[in-house]
T-cell receptor
Framework: ETGVTQTPRHLVMGMTNKKSLKCEQHLKHNAMYWYKQSAKKPLELMFVYNFKEQTENNSVPSRFSPECPNSSHLFLHLHTLQPEDSALYLC??????????????FGPGTRLTVL | AQTVTQSQPEMSVQEAETVTLSCTYDTSESDYYLFWYKQPPSRQMILVIRQEAYKQQNATENRFSVNFQKAAKSFSLKISDSQLGDAAMYFCAYRRIPFYSGGGADGLTFGKGTHLIIQP
């Protein structure tokens, strides 16, 4: 695998379910991000992890719980979601301490539908 | 807070012609990065071009170039010789430069996007 991968690519869940989204980067980056892309809003930053430490939580409801066990993996744990949480969830990674060369590379996204 | 505005929800251009996508932003920072990302139907976000605010020279990448007007807080993307493969959503994005040494992780602020249609 190369680049940034996300699984599953599609997920349908009920409001009482618990599920997790997984992101893995094969680029030896040390920062990872979760973004939400809804139909009628700009891409919204959700969480930022910097060397496995969460450095930003962009006022995200507690029903979204991120986890970053190491610099290559990022999870988004979901529970008791609402239909308005249906969206494309994008993961990205970047390399820190590399001067200007800190482009964010995105995964293909997980299309989430909450029924 | 920073904001990014793309006022053109959709643009259409004939193949081989030139098209310009507009973007304005608001920030109180003096140093920052600006980006144009492309998102084709596959939904994979791809970086098209990047501009550092402290550089006066406009960035260019093959058929893609920007017109960066720092005082006006404007950052437009020009696509020359449009090709069918250029059809996609285009997002303008902003990222501040972290203050502490060594850089740092910081998220992107995106505009709502412009849907670019290429007419054959």
């Amino acid at each position: 695998e190369t680049g940034v991968t996300q699984t599953p690519r599609h997920l349908v869940m009920g409001m009482t379910n618990k599920k997790s989204l997984k992101c893995e980067q094969h680029l030896k980056h040390n920062a990872m991000y979760w973004y939400k892309q809804s139909a009628k809003k700009p891409l919204e930053l959700m969480f930022v992890y910097n060397f496995k430490e969460q450095t930003e939580n962009n006022s995200v409801p507690s029903r979204f719980s991120p986890e970053c066990p190491n610099s290559s993996h990022l999870f988004l744990h979901l529970h008791t979601l609402q239909p308005e949480d249906s969206a494309l969830y994008l993961c990205a990674s970047s390399h820190l301490l590399a001067g200007d060369d800190n482009e964010q590379f995105f995964g293909p996204g997980t299309r989430l539908t909450v029924l | 807070a920073q904001t990014v505005t793309q006022s053109q929800p959709e643009m259409s251009v004939q193949e081989a012609e030139t098209v310009t996508l507009s973007c304005t932003y608001d920030t109180s920072e003096s140093d920052y990065y600006l980006f144009w990302y492309k998102q084709p139907p596959s939904r994979q976000m791809i970086l098209v071009i990047r501009q550092e605010a402290y550089k006066q020279q406009n960035a260019t990448e093959n058929r893609f170039s920007v017109n960066f007007q720092k005082a006006a807080k404007s950052f437009s993307l020009k696509i020359s010789d449009s090709q069918l493969g250029d059809a996609a959503m285009y997002f303008c994005a902003y990222r501040r430069i972290p203050f502490y040494s060594g850089g740092g992780a910081d998220g992107l602020t995106f505009g709502k996007g412009t849907h670019l249609i290429i007419q054959p």
